[in-house]
């Protein structure tokens, strides 16, 4: 027990590792962009740097988190579930974020933010970014995990090489072995599964917020619209709905295949690959539909999907 804790001391002085890398967050963003209806567009446009896109800027919140000047932001990347994987997996804001400074709160921090007029030019593009790559974040099984330190203190290989069950080890063979390491390509696959392929049939319960462990009649109660206009018109700081749904849905995925590696096993070169990269996809392509969603609902004044 002691030797547990110790090692919890000395790896939270590590700066924590990301799980998306900087690929992912750009495929995230570069699926949203394709999906922003007009007036969400002409925002992203003006608000963001001249050459600058959704995809380019996700990473950005990863760039910045390990200086000083941006410290405060690094709890906001996460919420540390202390639920107990495999056997059990759940997400409770009181129990979980009860300091109100997790990417929950975030979401709905830069989501009132990235309208309020009454910021300067420069925070309403903070806002943009940070929300460009939360949306990513908490799409990821290990931003919304506590056990073992969200994998960064569980020790495998990849590829022969050290690495931990954070690293995107797993996205970087991917992209090398079958996209020539362009994020761009790979996106626009994931974009027109979303359009034509295996995910179109799926997309509308994407942005409903339905959860599978829940009953219908509360279903139907919220989707992203409704989700955002209630918050906006509260003016609270409460988390929203949806982003708790999406936060579920990924910690679920701890339970049923990202604690199922064998400890010191090749997760790169094994069947554990096999298994994850259709579901690092599949992550990567809602949390682009819905960021997209997101900015429409706010712009647009709906999904626009
Ligand atoms: C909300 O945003 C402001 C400005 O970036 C930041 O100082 C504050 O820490 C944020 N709070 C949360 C919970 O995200
Ligand atoms: C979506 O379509 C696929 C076939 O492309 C099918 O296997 C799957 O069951 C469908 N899912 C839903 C939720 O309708
Ligand atoms: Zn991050």
């Given at each position: ?28 963003g ?5 999906f922003?209806?007009s ?23 990863d ?21 107990d ?5 759940s ?19 830069y ?21 460009d ?116 849905e ?10 199922t ?9 094994t ?19 819905r ?7 706010l ?7």
């Open positions: 027990m002691w030797c547990a804790t110790l090692t919890a001391v000395f790896v939270s002085l590590l700066p924590k590792v990301h799980g998306w890398g900087a690929s992912g967050h750009e495929a995230v570069a699926i949203a962009q394709q922003l209806a007036e969400a567009s002409s925002f992203v446009a003006s608000t963001l740097d001249s050459g600058e896109t959704l995809s380019s800027a996700a990473p950005w919140a760039d910045v988190r390990s200086e000083s000047a941006f410290a405060w932001s690094a709890p906001l990347h996460f919420v540390d579930a202390e639920d994987p495999p056997s059990s997996c997400v409770s804001e009181s129990r979980d974020c009860s300091d109100g400074e997790c990417i929950l709160t975030a979401i709905a921090n989501t009132s933010r990235v309208v309020d007029d009454s910021l300067s030019h420069e925070q309403i593009y903070e806002a943009l970014k940070f929300l790559h939360f949306i990513g974040d908490i799409g990821q099984p290990l931003h919304v995990e506590a056990f073992e330190l969200g994998g960064n203190d569980i020790k495998a290989k990849c590829g022969g090489s050290s690495t931990n069950l954070q690293d995107s080890g797993l996205i970087n063979k991917r992209l090398k072995a079958d996209f020539g390491s362009s994020v761009a390509t790979w996106a626009n696959t994931l974009v027109t599964r979303i359009k034509s392929g295996e995910y179109a049939n799926l997309t509308s319960d994407w942005i409903s917020c339905s959860s599978t462990t829940e009953q219908v009649s509360r279903r139907e109660l919220r989707n992203v619209e409704t989700d955002i206009k209630g918050h906006l018109a509260s003016r609270s700081t409460t988390p929203l709905e949806c982003p708790h749904i999406w936060a579920v990924a910690n679920e995925l701890n339970c049923e295949f990202v604690f590696y064998t400890q010191f096993s090749d997760l790169c070169s069947s554990y690959y096999d298994g994850a990269i259709p579901l690092i996809e599949l992550q990567l392509a809602k949390q682009g539909f960021l997209a969603a997101w900015l429409n609902v712009f647009d004044g709906s999904p626009n999907l």
